[in-house]
């Protein structure tokens, strides 16, 4: 079975500072590797998403992520945070050969950006 | 494009009155549908998923039911709610076995259950 984990629970961080949010995820069997935002009282938002290729992946709003398959990881980063980016984020892991698209999410984060 | 709806956006209801949420899809075919439940300050729980008019899987044994009367609507219903039903519920979408397992997701119905 497949499992994701999100050390951090709550992350504070100064505007303009960079950021890590770290994702650890367990599978016997290759996988794709997501990332979601979601904001206030809203939906989830894809930031990024691994398939293949490329370990490191961009998305949206400057955001970037490194798929590590050795440490089963697939850590978050910003170079330099804005105050808009204060939200909770999602890491969430799915079965490439799923007989439907069943996606595992972990716990999630609460990103705080402090003025 | 594809975009997809829910709706109420808000509900506060009484302990044992029922419940149905709609949630609907624009703009593809054939979809694998999903209802989800957040928790307050909680990830997300998948409830039930749909991978065709009529058929329903449930992941979670609860007082909740799901029904696809439609290939692009999704509904999550109980007959008598109790105040562990609140939360916020998404519902979403993914294309299927053709793609890359990655879901859409609506604006979430926030209930509230008195």
């Known amino acids: 079975a497949q499992s994701v984990t999100q050390l951090d629970s709550q992350v504070p961080v100064f505007e303009e500072a960079p950021v890590e949010l770290r994702c650890n995820y367990s599978?016997?069997?290759?996988?794709?590797l997501f990332w979601y935002v979601q904001y206030p009282n809203q939906g989830l938002q894809l930031l990024l998403k691994?398939?293949?290729?490329?370990?490191l992946v961009k998305g949206i709003n400057g955001f970037e992520a490194e798929f590590n398959k050795s440490q089963t990881s697939f850590h978050l980063r910003k170079p330099s945070v804005h105050i808009s980016d204060t939200a909770e984020y999602f890491c969430?892991?799915?079965?490439?050969?799923?007989?439907?698209?069943?996606?595992?999410f972990g716990p999630g984060t609460s990103l705080s950006v402090i003025p | 494009s594809q975009t997809i709806h829910q709706w109420p956006a808000t509900l506060v209801q009484p302990v044992g009155s029922p419940l149905s949420l709609e949630c609907t899809v624009e703009g593809t075919s054939n979809p694998n549908l999903y209802w989800y439940r957040q928790a307050a300050g909680r990830g997300l729980q998948l409830l039930f998923y749909?991978?065709?008019?009529?058929?329903i899987s449930s992941e979670v044994p609860q007082n909740l039911s799901a029904s696809r009367p439609q290939d692009r609507q999704f509904i999550l219903s109980s007959k008598k709610l109790l105040l562990s039903d609140s939360g916020f519920y998404l519902c979403?979408?993914?294309?299927?076995?053709?793609?890359?397992?990655?879901?859409?997701f609506g604006p979430g119905t926030r209930l509230t259950v008195l």
């Open positions: 979403a979408w993914s294309v299927g076995l053709a793609g890359n397992n990655e879901q859409f």
């Open positions: 599978s016997s069997v290759s996988v794709y």
């Open positions: 749909s991978v065709g008019i009529g058929q």
């Open positions: 969430a892991v799915s079965d490439m050969k799923t007989s439907y698209d069943k996606v595992i």
């Open positions: 691994y398939l293949s290729g490329s370990t």
